[in-house]
């Protein structure tokens, strides 16, 4: 029987059934477009590289975030890597909620060679200010004064270009002064892995710091 030409063209219907093979390139196909995301998994190896290769200290959200894992696997993680580093030449810094690897105090006085110790030293007055900051943080400029007795406007801005003090923020006082505290690499200069390291005060000073914080308070102009 001769199929007329006409005929012949008719696109075929669909009738609602698939080829089976068809349907198994689909799936393939489909399958190498959007692949399964891996679970969610973080060990030490991978934590230490990650603050290795960060170009400033993290927060323990940022590293939750990134590898997908809740934030007390990553302080489990965090605990871990500090055991695993204590005999190494890299530490673990933390302030607050920020982390980050540093080199180990007892390795200070061979970088210290290797950086310039120039670069390291400060005055007593800047010893004296960067003190204060470290213990009454946040603290303001006329908390600093007035526990100092003398104008301090250009030691703080030099702590803060030397990067050993840095600007928190700003007080909820008149004039809204700014809030000064401690950096990372005051932590680093000073072998510190937090500020629970430092040393405790003397009953005497402990009470200078406190009565000359409350004194200042409120202070406006502070700048």
Do not use: C, K
Not at 131 to 153: C, H, L, M, N
């Amino acid at each position: 029987m001769t199929i007329p030409a006409e005929l012949g063209s008719i696109p075929p219907v669909d009738d609602g059934t698939v080829d089976a093979a068809e349907t198994a390139e689909t799936a393939d196909v489909a399958d190498a477009a959007d692949p399964q995301p891996a679970p969610a998994e973080l060990t030490t190896v991978q934590l230490e590289a990650l603050l290795f290769v960060a170009e400033r200290p993290l927060t323990r959200r940022e590293i939750a975030a990134l590898s997908g894992v809740g934030q007390d696997r990553v302080d489990d993680l965090l605990g871990d890597l500090e055991v695993d580093l204590a005999d190494r030449g890299i530490r673990i810094l933390a302030s607050g909620e920020h982390v980050a690897l540093s080199t180990a105090p007892e390795a200070g006085s061979l970088i210290a060679r290797w950086v310039g110790a120039e670069g390291l030293r400060l005055s007593p007055a800047s010893l004296e200010t960067l003190a204060i900051v470290a213990y009454r943080q946040p603290a303001t400029r006329a908390v600093v004064e007035r526990i100092r007795g003398v104008d301090s406007d250009y030691v703080l801005r030099s702590l803060v270009q030397r990067r050993l003090v840095v600007e928190l923020g700003r007080a909820d006082t008149p004039g809204r002064p700014i809030l000064y505290g401690t950096s990372f690499e005051f932590l680093e200069r000073f072998g510190l892995t937090s500020l629970d390291e430092l040393p405790v005060v003397e009953a005497e000073v402990a009470e200078r710091l406190v009565s000359a914080a409350a004194a200042g308070d409120g202070v406006g102009g502070d700048r």
